[in-house]
């Protein structure tokens, strides 16, 4: 089995911290999207859209997406569920991971992609196909969206624990990844958000936070 | 249990798709989006972020999002698989629905909602939130997007006869919803696709495709 990675990429560190808190090891191998590795013809024969993470089995089959690689994991060790364990509270992380990962990290990859010099040619992640330029607009929905992101943390991370009831789960993973990632473009936890402030100490004190 | 929809919009009928090839009723209640209903006080009690669909359990549990809706009747009804038989089968479907959706179904959004005279002050699904204007240049970005999904599933068709191998999944589901949802916008499957024709045909033609 190999993991497709990157280090400094939001997406793919959704997906270790995910393996780290189950405890499973994967050989890794990193691809370096700064370079554009990522959009290389060796990578491109891998995975065509040119994205991270991307898993391939040991018979060959690849396939990409953080939660497709996230359930599969979770299926083989079923041990520390992170996908919920009744069907109700599978539906909700699966519920809430989207959330986060909609108003969290795709509305921080707008802001970022958007204004970003090195993505003027590129909005949309992966490549192989023609060249879709930056919109600017993006960056100010994205920041919006981004407010809708951190009320709505905050208002559930005032009730429970845990995006969903008393135990870690991907959804809060997630939002975590989304978190560090927007303070890429200087968006941070709002001052007197205490509830999301103490969740996001809390699992940045885990150790998988280092994965 | 009530199953709170909208007959006219693709998101829901994905849902419904799914729930008619399992054969599955839930009574529904049906949203009238083109008035405005689902950003009502009313609606919002329900679902604050005003999306369809959204479950609701008897027990009062709300949750919204297709795929976490219809992973829930999948596994309290595992007869009929749509979301996969094995792990890696599991895996492919969750890869490959997801991007039907962001390459069809969201593309063909982005197409609809920015060029759209209703959705000039909300180019974002859901309300609740400060009004987000539309963006006409991800009407481009969208229509490149589409030309990139119809390739793909040109490709993935003419090697298999649905999108994950021999047999019907949800990955066929939702891109069989993007297909009709972007004809709003006269964008169709492009002539000369021959497996995608077959494949669109084909589901066309299951009693599924009414619901």
Same mark, same amino acid.
């Given at each position: 089995?190999?993991?497709?990675?990157?280090?400094?990429?939001?997406?793919?560190?959704?997906?270790?911290?995910?393996?780290?808190?189950?405890?499973?090891?994967?050989?890794?191998?990193?691809?370096?999207?700064?370079? =554009?590795?990522?959009?290389? %013809? &060796?990578?491109? $024969?891998?995975?065509? *859209? !040119?994205?991270?993470?991307?898993?391939?089995?040991? +018979?060959?089959?690849?396939?990409?997406?953080?939660?497709?690689?996230?359930?599969?994991?979770?299926?083989?060790?079923?041990?520390?569920?992170?996908?919920?364990?009744?069907?109700?509270?599978?539906?909700?992380?699966?519920?809430?991971?989207?959330?986060?990962?909609?108003?969290?990290?795709?509305?921080?990859?707008?802001?970022?992609?958007?204004?970003?010099?090195?993505?003027?040619?590129?909005?949309?992640?992966?490549? =192989?196909?023609?060249?879709? %330029? &930056?919109?600017? $607009?993006?960056?100010? *929905? !994205?920041?919006?969206?981004?407010?809708?992101?951190? +009320?709505?943390?905050?208002?559930?991370?005032?009730?429970?624990?845990?995006?969903?009831?008393?135990?870690?789960?991907?959804?809060?993973?997630?939002?975590?990844?989304?978190?560090?990632?927007?303070?890429?473009?200087?968006?941070?936890?709002?001052?007197?958000?205490?509830?999301?402030?103490?969740?996001?100490?809390?699992?940045?004190?885990?150790?998988?936070?280092?994965?």
């Amino acid at each position: 089995m190999k993991f497709y990675d990157c280090a400094i990429a939001p997406n793919p560190r959704r997906a270790r911290i995910f393996l780290a808190e189950k405890g499973i090891e994967v050989p890794r191998i990193e691809i370096d999207i700064l370079n =554009g590795e990522n959009l290389q %013809p &060796a990578f491109l $024969a891998i995975n065509p *859209r !040119g994205l991270l993470p991307t898993l391939e089995l040991d +018979d060959g089959t690849r396939f990409d997406e953080v939660m497709a690689i996230c359930r599969y994991f979770e299926e083989l060790y079923p041990w520390r569920p992170l996908l919920g364990r009744t069907p109700v509270e599978r539906a909700l992380v699966e519920s809430l991971q989207r959330r986060a990962e909609f108003d969290g990290m795709i509305a921080g990859s707008e802001v970022f992609r958007n204004q970003h010099a090195g993505f003027a040619a590129r909005s949309i992640p992966g490549g =192989g196909d023609a060249a879709i %330029p &930056a919109i600017p $607009a993006l960056v100010e *929905r !994205g920041r919006q969206t981004l407010v809708r992101f951190f +009320d709505w943390l905050e208002e559930r991370l005032s009730r429970d624990a845990y995006l969903v009831g008393d135990t870690l789960t991907m959804a809060d993973i997630t939002a975590f990844c989304a978190v560090d990632f927007v303070a890429w473009v200087d968006i941070h936890v709002p001052a007197g958000h205490a509830a999301t402030q103490r969740w996001y100490a809390a699992l940045g004190a885990r150790p998988s936070a280092q994965a």
